[in-house]
Each structure stands twice: as C-alpha cells, then as structure tokens.
C-alpha cells in the first residue's frame, strides 16, 4: 500500500520566517491586534493563507463553541462604561462553557475596511460589536457571513442591545425642569454615536413638553467628526466662547459630566450652586467625584448577558435575528444637581 506522508504542520514560527519579521508581529497580525501596520498585515495573513496555516488548524467541534467580540483600540484603556459589560459577557459565555474571544481594530483597519481573522480551531457562532465604528466598517463585518449583534451603539438596519437612551435622556431633563432650571444646555457629540443622538431627542422632547427652548446657545454637540467629549481639554473651548452659562447641563456621558465638573471648578464655579451637572450611565467613577454625579445608571452587566443569549436564542429561532433590545434605566441623585435658584 503507497505510503501517505503529511506534510509538516504549518507554525507561526514558520509564517514569520518566510515574511522576515517577528512571531510577536505574526501574532499580533493574525489576532487582529494593534502594533502592525496594514500592508504588513495582510502580507502575513496572505502568507498564512498561502501556507496552509489556516487550513492546518484544529477542525472545531459543539464545545469550542465562541462569541467574537470587536472593539475599537481607544476602547482598550476603558475602566468605565464597557469594561462592566465586557465582564459580563465573558462571565455568562463562560457559565453555558463556551468562551468570548477579543478583537481589537486599528483605525488603519476600519480606514482600510479590512476584516479581522477569525479564530481558527473554535466554532464561532457570532460577533458582538462593541465601542463607535464608521458604519461602512459595520457593514464590511457582515461579509464575514455571521450572525451580528452591536452593544450599546446602534446601527441602522442592525440588530442592537442598548440603552434606553430617549426615556432615560427625556428622564435626566425632566429631573432638571422639575426642579425649577429653565436654562439647560445639553453635551455630547451627537454625530459621532447613535446613542448620543438618541439622548440629544430626549432632551429636546423633555424641554419642549416644558414649552422651554432648546435651542439657546448652551448645547455642546460637536462637528461632524468623531470626537470624544471627555477630557477638559476638549470642552474648554466650547466653554470659552459662551458669555453666560446655563444653570443646568445634561451631559450624554459621565465622562463627559466628571470632565466638565473638573473645568468648571477649575474656573471658579460651584458645583451645583452656580452650575448643576447632570451625566448618564452611572460608572464607578460617579461616585468618587466631587460633587457626586446625578445621573441615569444603565445596566451593563444585564446588557452583556442579553447580548451573549441573543446568539443562543437565534439558535433555535431565526425570527429572532433582527430584534433589538434595551435595558432599564433608573435616575441616580447625588450632590451633583440642586434645584435652581430664583
């Protein structure tokens, strides 16, 4: 009988020496990860490819079952707001004994449209989309042939687990109307996140239903460019060019709230005799800052366990592949907010 020999498995190792770099830029390259470049990275995916490497790796079966999860590089160093529902879904994608797997993407990737490589040797049942990404990018993942879900961010046409970001923002004005602010002003780039938006309606349904104007000099709402509202840096000079302040501001992020405490106390101003703050989301950090933060508190670690049994619900019924969730939402009073003065 004629001798089968099978050829030598392909490594990493081997893929780094035919390119002439790094196992670590391999690695890196084949994970998705930051610290390569794009056109390196697609030579060494397109080498791993030619290698054999991904047909080298082992066949997957029922228990390596996994969830992808892609997030954008600036979400690596958050501590606040996805951390929480990070953990989540890594804790409940554990408990049914399958894993989550992370995927971090360059802005070179997104700028580039270029997909990330999937895990070899694990049944991938889906992707969760985690953090703001441009919605070709979005729309680019769904070549992968995957069923998809986004967290927190809203897509259009795709499904979503996310906050309830209309109530809760008309929630966080009415809190303010109620106790007696007229001049509100709201904070958030509004064209850099769906979610943000969503809070920006809400605001402008609470001040309406009010008979208040929304539109009176004090919004913060950015260009149409992606940007961050959270750093002092960034809101000065927003701050700067305004001659009167408002009594109240309704920032879309506590971020964005801790950032703008922080500028306004540097300037002299009192929180909340002068100025009342208002944020959204409750992170850990509403608490240690000084005032307290009021806010609307939204339950990420129920949002991570929504979005790990959405792809086990669409398992056993397809109808269910387009549904979009939200998760409660509860106001939070602190020191931050104090009725206004007359």
């Known amino acids: 009988m004629e001798r089968i020999t099978r050829a030598k498995k392909v490594t990493i190792t081997d893929i780094a020496h035919s390119v002439g770099v790094s196992k670590n830029s391999v690695s890196l390259a084949l994970r998705g990860m930051a610290g390569v470049g794009p056109d390196l990275r697609r030579r060494i995916i397109d080498t791993a490819i030619q290698m054999g490497y991904m047909d080298d790796q082992p066949i997957e079966s029922p228990e390596d079952t996994c969830i992808v999860v892609i997030l954008p590089n600036y979400l690596h160093s958050d501590a606040f707001f996805y951390s929480d529902v990070l953990w989540a879904i890594d804790d409940d994608i554990k408990s049914r004994g399958a894993c989550a797997i992370r995927i971090g993407i360059t802005k070179d990737m997104e700028e580039a449209r270029e997909l990330p490589v ?36 809203p897509y259009q046409n795709f499904p979503c ?42 605001f402008k349904l609470g001040m309406s239903e009010a008979g208040l104007s929304y539109e009176n000099g004090y919004n ?86 929504l979005a790990v049994n959405y792809f086990f619900e669409i398992r056993r019924n ?4 387009t549904v979009s969730k939200t998760v409660p939402y509860e106001l939070i009073v602190r020191d931050s907010v104090a009725a206004a003065t007359i």
Not at 164 to 180: E, K, V
Not at 224 to 251: H, I, N
Request: hydrophobic share 45%; glycine share 10%; with cysteine.
């Open 118 to 153: 999937m895990p070899k040797g694990l049944h991938v049942i889906g992707i969760i989309v985690v953090g703001i990404f441009d919605i070709e990018y979005v729309k680019r993942l769904q070549e992968l042939g995957l069923p998809f879900l986004s967290v927190d961010i």
């Open 161 to 202: 687990i996310g906050s309830s970001n209309i109530m809760g923002g008309l929630a966080a004005t009415n809190h303010l109307i109620d106790l007696g602010h007229k001049e509100i002003g709201f904070i958030g780039p509004i064209y850099s996140a769906t979610s943000v938006y969503e809070r920006w309606c809400g």
């Open 318 to 321: 397809k109808d269910m592949a």
């Open 220 to 305: 913060i709402l950015g260009e149409q460019t992606f940007r961050l509202f959270d750093s002092e840096d960034a809101l000065e000079p927003y701050v700067s060019r305004m001659g009167k302040l408002p009594t109240a501001w309704f920032c879309a992020g506590d971020c964005i709230a801790i950032a703008m405490i922080h500028l306004l106390t540097k300037r002299g101003f009192c929180i909340p005799g002068d100025v009342s703050i208002m944020g959204f989301d409750d992170i850990l950090a509403a608490q240690m800052v000084i005032p307290c933060l009021t806010t609307i508190r939204t339950d990420r670690q129920l949002m991570g366990k």
